[in-house]
């Protein structure tokens, strides 16, 4: 009888709970039932001390004397009853863990607003208008709003409500359009249940053309999205949302202009998008959001290669301090702060930055993703940049660069299968996206499979000659396979494209052109010499470390080897870095010093860890680990990592016959 009870009491509860999510419930019914079936517990149990299920139906129990065939049945018949009770538990629970997941009730996309003015050039400003609307609403924590640039993606795509809804895996689409004329605005929206592909609500403002009245009817769309959705801001998200980020319409618009050139993302439009952003804060120079631009904008000039990253942060810096002075609750002017840290190699600062980003905007993608970047490279912590990731992909679904990074964590965390899966995604969403090319190839390259590797890192130089990233790993492959000639030309390639890269001075010293490499170097890093003492710093360990073995050769040994003090120095002293972003230069070290245990212990450490996308470059092709190659021990581990890899390129294959790795794009 207890176990009947507590079985059914389980069902009960379940029930209540999918019940309680589907209807309009009061949320006191939930703990109101779980009270009722905990007081019915004993009195289950005393009512069946004293009755009995038989034949004839409950009956008193007639006691030990009359115990006999029909007891014996009527136990049969009740463990017959319990046993279909658990059948009953164990399909309820298997529904209620693998059931597939239906979209969140509480999410939405703000899809681009139609521009419906006679001039094709006011996209911006119909654009910036929905934007606005995104921007307020992502202001609702208890909503899930997608992200800019996954949203924004459908413009001018002929797909319906539900086929949208379905990619960006919401419940709702919020539509619209704007239509400027002379000195008056109108603005219409509508917010559609994807489900049903049925209005919710709609309703069209016409006002006068103010920043004012612009902003207004911005607040009061969001606000009606909010209530249908029964979704309710926070007092300080209220107070902060009746405050108009500006009152100059030439203002409002330069900004919007600027916002529609840095989506673009390109050196030129990037290079536009600062002119716009300095004319609205000439305008207004208390618009918070015009500096965030400006910082942005310098920023990502400084990802592309476009700006030393000295003068980006030299510009970038003030214009963010200036956006948090002026709205010390502008959640994205705390991302910003957080990349321009994490480019400085301010670890705590960018982490600390980026966690003040989400608390503010928990809506924030590129928040998340900064941060998961941050968890890979400056914390050496994968495993937990994973779930900080998928937690931006949901934001960002179709955001490349987002999958790309999410795929570097499995990858840096030992699962090279699942990592190369997301960069063939990546490339699926943006078959453009010419750096995934890179990542897929030395994702086949690092699991052993070099004729894949060759195909797509030459598809990514093809696509993109001047691609640093395609040709630097055209380089590791040609040195994989020993071919010196084309190695060595790659080598001197990239050192037009990228003065000072270190895949050309490792290129270079593994074919034993020293000398030739110390030249290169020669201008490029004038502090890594033997004259005088070396200037190693964590920007440039990768070059010393391969100076110093042409050092070495060349007679310098005990320059070399103050070289190598100066590479240790830095890695024992960045906690955890040493493992994650430097992969197997501490091996290396040790291994070069004739430090031979040392060497082999930090070596298992790493690779028990699940470190296996630098085997390939710093172990297996690497001039510095020569004296392990004949350790026992090194060739036990190596045995390991090879057959580990074997077993992931075999999971690839399957992947590959069941048509599950997304195609290479036209």
């Known amino acids: 009888m207890a176990a009947l009870y507590l079985v059914a009491a389980w069902l009960i509860l379940q029930v209540t709970e999918v019940l309680t999510g589907l209807l309009d419930i009061p949320d006191w019914v939930g703990p109101l039932v779980l009270a009722t079936l905990a007081i019915g517990l004993p009195i289950a149990l005393v009512l069946s001390w004293f009755f009995e299920i038989t034949d004839s139906g409950i009956t008193r129990d007639p006691g030990e004397d009359a115990a006999g065939k029909d007891a014996g049945l009527s136990g049969r018949k009740l463990d017959f009853v319990i046993i279909a009770m658990l059948a009953a538990a164990v399909l309820v629970f298997a529904a209620l863990t693998w059931w597939p997941s239906r979209p969140v009730e509480q999410s939405i996309a703000v899809l681009a607003f139609d521009n419906m003015s006679d001039d094709p050039a006011q996209d911006y400003f119909s654009d910036g208008i929905a934007e606005e609307i995104l921007g307020t609403l992502a202001k609702f924590p208890e909503l899930r709003v997608i992200s800019r640039s996954s949203s924004f993606s459908f413009k001018g795509k002929n797909l319906n409500v539900p086929s949208i809804a379905n990619q960006l895996n919401v419940a709702h689409i919020l539509e619209g359009s704007v239509r400027k004329s002379g000195n008056q605005v109108r603005i219409s929206a509508q917010l559609i249940e994807a489900a049903t592909d049925s209005h919710l609500w709609s309703e069209t403002y016409e006002r006068e053309l103010t920043a004012t009245s612009v902003f207004n009817i911005q607040t009061q769309i969001a606000n009606s999205i909010a209530e249908a959705l029964n979704a309710v801001l926070s007092d300080d998200g209220e107070a902060k949302d009746r405050r108009p980020p500006t009152r100059s319409l030439p203002a409002l618009q330069a900004y919007m202009l600027g916002k529609q050139r840095m989506a673009l993302r390109t050196r030129q439009a990037l290079t536009e998008s600062l002119a716009y952003f300095e004319t609205a804060i000439d305008i207004d120079p208390e618009y918070a959001s015009a500096y965030l631009g400006l910082a942005d904008a310098n920023l990502l000039l400084n990802y592309g290669g476009h700006m030393p990253l000295d003068e980006a942060v030299s510009k970038a810096r003030p214009a963010i301090e200036k956006a948090i002075?002026?709205?010390?609750?502008?959640?994205?002017?705390?991302?910003?702060?957080?990349?321009?840290?994490?480019?400085?190699?301010?670890?705590?600062?960018?982490?600390?930055?980026?966690?003040?980003?989400?608390?503010?905007?928990?809506?924030?993608?590129?928040?998340?993703?900064?941060?998961?970047?941050?968890?890979?490279?400056?914390?050496?912590?994968p495993g937990s940049a994973v779930p900080v990731l998928q937690k931006a992909r949901q934001l960002d679904p179709l955001s490349p660069v987002i999958v790309l990074t999410l795929g570097e964590a499995y990858s840096t965390a030992g699962q090279l299968a699942e990592g190369l899966r997301l960069y063939r995604k990546a490339l699926e969403i943006d078959p453009d996206y010419v750096a995934a090319f890179n990542y897929v190839g030395m994702g086949y390259l690092s699991l052993g499979d070099p004729d894949k590797a060759t195909y797509w890192l030459q598809e990514g130089a093809r696509r993109a000659p001047e691609e640093i990233r395609a040709n630097a790993g055209r380089a590791f492959l040609n040195r994989a396979r020993g071919d010196e000639d084309r190695a060595v030309a790659l080598a001197y390639e990239l050192q037009r494209m990228v003065p000072g890269n270190n895949t050309s001075l490792v290129t270079l010293v593994s074919f034993g052109h020293d000398q030739e490499a110390i030249d290169l170097a020669a201008a490029d890093w004038p502090g890594l010499t033997c004259e005088g003492e070396p200037a190693v710093h964590r920007y440039n360990v990768f070059q010393a470390m391969n100076l110093s073995l042409a050092y070495e050769r060349m007679g310098e040994v005990q320059c070399a080897e103050t070289f190598l003090t100066a590479i240790l120095d830095i890695l024992e002293g960045q906690a955890d870095l040493s493992a994650r972003a430097f992969g197997f230069l501490d091996v290396e070290v040790y291994a070069r010093l004739g430090k031979i245990e040392q060497a082999l212990a930090l070596l298992r450490v790493s690779v028990d860890a699940g470190m296996r996308m630098q085997w390939q470059m710093q172990i297996e092709d690497s001039p510095h680990v020569a004296r392990l190659r004949d350790e026992p021990e090194f060739l036990a581990i190596r045995e390991e990592v090879l057959a580990d890899l074997a077993h992931q390129l075999a999971i690839v294959r399957t992947m590959e016959a069941r048509g599950e790795l997304a195609p290479l794009g036209d």
Request: proline share 4%.
């Open 325 to 381: 002075d002026l709205d010390a609750r502008f959640g994205a002017a705390y991302a910003s702060l957080g990349l321009m840290r994490s480019l400085q190699s301010d670890v705590p600062g960018a982490e600390s930055a980026l966690k003040r980003a989400i608390a503010l905007d928990p809506n924030d993608a590129k928040a998340y993703h900064w941060y998961g970047d941050i968890l890979i490279f400056g914390r050496g912590d």
